[in-house]
């Protein structure tokens, strides 16, 4: 018979925590956060049952209205129904920003991985890379990029995932340093495992929920700076509805109407504001190193 | 301190030229010609041919990096080909209005920001501080553009009591500085929010730290202990900060320009990309990305010099 004694991992850890979700609720902001994340989701899902027009459909007798019972949130210069054009902006939003975030993660995470294990030139080398990309503000890297490749919806998830790899890595990195100490680590080194080993069974699966967290907090970030882009005409070309896109096209008629730019951007703060909220109350409850001071 | 200095020069210098190499190839991922693009499609094959050599790209890409750098450290970032004037006036002229936007939002976000901080901390989980709390949240949640928008949209167009386009009269300073006072605050919002909840954070720590007490034992006043010896400490994180702050306004700033048409690196960059004048996209990216990391680089030695704490941390790093 053989006793095997698996240390439990920070997933699994996490994955049992998944009751968390009752704690995030009993907490007023977190509570709300939720609700707005929910609400959100419900948007991307049933677009096309929630929403009561098309979105595309141009109806110019009954342009740049305000708020009726016909169109509840009004319409654009085009006629066209603001409240459709918000419930389908939603699903560009996630659209765009899961890809994006995606794409920043699993890059940083194989930086990290190789700056933080090989360690010597290789980091080094990592870490000015990471430093350049960093050198410029996100936005200005997003257009000087986008300027040459030309705004589109997948040429806008490369250059958001590339500007928030530094991010990812960074984090990566230092947990790869911390976690190199460990003992468990040092054993199954001893005892001749290969380094692809060590690094994918061991510590990737230890130093990953921090990143998780980073992930989800960093959506709503993405989210925003995805509108600001289409606000540029960078993203998403018109008519797909993305909130940018809206906040633009309002921004073209600011002085006919108010409607377009006050829902657009109402829509855009609250959804951030959502995820920024149960994110943050997320972490609190599942970060271990709060735990004890948080009723204090 | 002495290595740590030096090691944090050389990165520097060497993430500086790694941008120019950058920024030097990042032509070379357009579609086609970047001559062409640039000149339209109705350019004769002799104009395309002068712009080419112009821009170096007749070169091989190695030799144009070279170049690039070379004319950028004798501080000419070349001509532009539509109105025939030197790029670097053209940033002579457009960065002063982006730097005193973003000075004076941040200096808008510290008055603002600092005290909201301060009085949350010291009055921690009171309704006024969970009202802050939230307030802050939402702050940091507003973009700059639909800020900018949204103050545009009720200050401009619906009272009609602010100006709505343009940086004003700069030899007319109270007409310059009417102009600042919506792109000021729109860029501002999320960093009140921001430094307010930060400041709260670090300031809660050095109030729980043992000489914050025994100067409270000692019987003096609160408010002096507060402004005096808490806060000196809690704005050391701040500090470290207040340098990415900084780079993150000039990028905030592109929008807000737009949005109130205001001169600016934000315009500048903006209006070449519409025009595809990539030489001017180049020289602006590049002038942004310097300040951005100058701003940086002395943030990090103000927070090393500040707080003798870390020297031994990063030394060992």
Redesign the interface.
């Known amino acids: 018979m053989e006793f095997v004694i698996r240390p439990r991992s920070q997933v699994q850890i996490f994955l049992d925590r998944i009751p968390v979700l009752g704690e995030v609720l009993q907490r007023p902001l977190g509570a709300l956060g939720f609700f707005i994340v929910f609400m959100f989701l419900i948007a991307v899902i049933f677009a096309p049952v929630l929403a009561p027009y098309d979105y595309a459909k141009q109806d110019i007798p009954s342009m740049l209205q305000g708020p009726s019972r016909a169109h509840l949130l009004g319409t654009d210069h085009l006629g066209r129904d603001l409240l459709s054009r918000i419930i389908y902006g939603s699903r560009i939003a996630l659209i765009a920003a899961v890809p994006s975030v995606s794409i920043a993660l699993i890059g940083g995470i194989i930086l990290g991985l190789l700056a933080g294990y090989i360690g010597g030139i290789v980091d080094d080398i990592i870490v000015i890379v990471l430093d350049t990309i960093k050198a410029f503000p996100a936005v200005i890297l997003a257009l000087a990029i986008l300027a040459l490749l030309g705004p589109s919806l997948v040429n806008e998830i490369l250059v958001i995932g590339l500007a928030w790899i530094p991010g990812y890595a960074r984090v990566t990195r230092a947990q790869v340093f911390s976690a190199r100490q460990n003992l468990y680590v040092e054993a199954e080194r001893s005892l001749g495992a290969p380094s692809r080993r060590i690094v994918l069974r061991h510590i990737l699966p230890n130093i990953l929920a921090p990143l998780l967290i980073l992930a989800a907090m960093d959506l709503p970030v993405v989210i925003t700076f995805e509108a600001g882009l289409s606000f540029l005409g960078l993203g998403v070309r018109p008519p797909t509805p993305s909130w940018g896109i809206i906040l633009s096209e309002g921004f073209n008629f600011i002085r006919q109407t108010p409607w377009p730019i006050t829902w657009a951007g109402l829509t855009l703060i609250i959804t951030t504001l959502g995820f920024t909220l149960f994110g943050e109350t997320l972490r609190d409850v599942l970060d271990p190193r709060l735990i004890g001071t948080r009723r204090a | 301190m002495r290595r740590y200095l030096l090691k944090r020069l050389v990165?520097t210098i060497?993430?500086?030229l790694?941008?120019m190499v950058?920024?030097a190839l990042?032509?070379h991922?357009?579609?086609g010609d970047a001559a062409r693009t640039l000149l339209g499609p109705r350019a004769t094959p002799e104009l395309i041919a002068k712009v080419r050599s112009e821009m170096d790209l007749d070169k091989p890409p190695m030799v144009q990096v070279g170049l690039f750098i070379w004319k950028i450290l004798h501080g000419s970032f070349g001509t532009d080909v539509f109105t025939g004037r030197p790029i670097s006036m053209l940033i002579g002229s457009a960065l002063p209005h982006t730097i005193i936007l973003a000075f004076s939002s941040l200096g808008l976000a510290v008055l603002l920001g600092i005290p909201l901080g301060v009085f949350s901390a010291t009055h921690p989980d009171s309704w006024l501080d969970r009202i802050l709390a939230?307030f802050s949240?939402?702050f940091?949640?507003?973009?700059s553009?639909?800020g900018g928008?949204?103050l545009?949209?009720i200050f401009a167009?619906?009272l009609r009591v602010m100006p709505a386009i343009g940086v004003g009269d700069p030899s007319n300073i109270p007409d310059y500085i009417k102009h600042l006072i919506l792109p000021a605050v729109a860029l501002a919002i999320t960093w009140v929010g921001y430094l307010a909840r930060l400041v709260r954070a670090s300031m809660l720590e050095v109030l729980n730290e043992n000489y914050i007490r025994a100067a409270l034992a000692a019987g003096i006043p609160l408010r002096k202990v507060v402004y005096k010896y808490a806060l000196k400490n809690a704005l050391i994180p701040t500090v470290a900060v207040l340098g990415v702050g900084l780079?993150?306004l000039?990028?905030?700033a592109?929008?807000v320009e737009?949005?109130f048409s205001r001169a600016g690196m934000g315009t500048l960059?903006?209006n070449?990309?519409q025009s595809?004048n990539?030489p001017i996209?180049?020289a602006g990216?590049l002038v942004?990305?310097c300040l951005?990391?100058a701003a940086n680089l002395l943030a990090d030695l103000a927070y090393t010099y500040l707080d003798p704490r870390i020297q031994l941390d990063k030394m060992q790093g």
């Open positions: 990165t060497l993430v500086l790694l941008s950058f920024l990042l032509v991922i357009v579609p939230l949240i939402s940091i949640t507003i973009p553009y639909v928008l949204f545009l949209l167009v619906q780079g993150n000039m990028g905030g592109v929008f737009i949005i960059i903006y070449a990309i595809r990539y996209v180049r990216v942004v990305a951005f990391i």
